[in-house]
């Protein structure tokens, strides 16, 4: 017998209604996953300006956290909120816009050079996120790309004022981690989001049978998503504590 699959479209997603539309968009885990990598390039840096991070930290989780998943919600609505249209580019607008002012000041204050990758962050949020030139950069390695090695780049550069061989390195870091989670991420989004019934069974060799369900499905790759999630966030605070 089939069973039915609609559910929450990702794990973190609240019940849909008023704010909880507002928690759902931010994509909390991911949120935090990404920004750690903020985190971990500026720790690599030889000296850390935690000033200087915070910044970094700040401007990608406007540009991120807010302005990219409003701009993905706007795409398709893959989360189901009702959040309407026109606040979702409100925020998008405003999210981008402060974090590019954020970089800007960062390169007037700091480093001029800097200033080279605010164009290079607005091109990947808009062309990842509204799937620009047909959908070429919404692939997994431009994903790894954005979302990894992107953030630690600009964490080492906002404070080294510099990208170097050490900064290079955690970017592979964060680009194939990025990658394993587009693999895990990409099956459970098929199943909460597309798939509308399952109906099988699973012959065991003792004899028995399991019923499968959407929960069977997905349960290894999101849970194995959940711990990748905790697992980048505690060596990012393990970074800071051991740089303090």
């Not at 954020?102 to 001029?112: S, T, Y």
């Amino acid at each position: 017998m089939p069973t039915q699959a609609r559910g929450r479209p990702a794990f973190y997603a609240l019940a849909p209604s008023g704010w909880r539309d507002y928690v759902t968009l931010l994509h909390l885990p991911y949120t935090a996953w990404h920004l750690s990598y903020v985190v971990i390039g500026g720790c690599l840096a030889p000296l850390v300006a935690w000033g200087r991070l915070g910044a970094a930290v700040a401007a990608f989780g406007l540009a991120v956290g807010i302005g990219a998943h409003a701009l993905d919600e706007l795409r398709g609505r893959p989360l189901r909120t009702a959040i309407p249209n026109r606040v979702l580019v409100a925020l998008a607008v405003v999210s981008i816009a402060a974090a590019c002012a954020i970089g800007v000041a960062g390169a007037i204050l700091f480093e001029p050079w800097i200033l080279l990758l605010v164009p290079v962050g607005v091109l990947l949020v808009l062309a990842y996120n509204l799937e620009l030139a047909g959908g070429r950069f919404h692939t997994d390695l431009w994903f790894g790309l954005a979302w990894g090695g992107f953030p630690v780049l600009c964490g080492y550069a906002a404070v080294a004022g510099a990208i170097g061989l050490v900064a290079l390195l955690g970017a592979a870091f964060a680009v194939l981690v990025s990658l394993a989670q587009r693999a895990l991420s990409s099956h459970v989004r098929f199943v909460r989001r597309r798939v509308v019934s399952v109906d099988g069974t699973l012959e065991l060799s003792s004899g028995g049978q399991e019923q499968l369900d959407t929960r069977r499905l997905i349960a290894a790759e999101e849970r194995a998503l959940r711990l990748l999630t905790a697992a980048i966030v505690v060596l990012a605070g393990a970074l800071v504590a051991f740089r303090i």
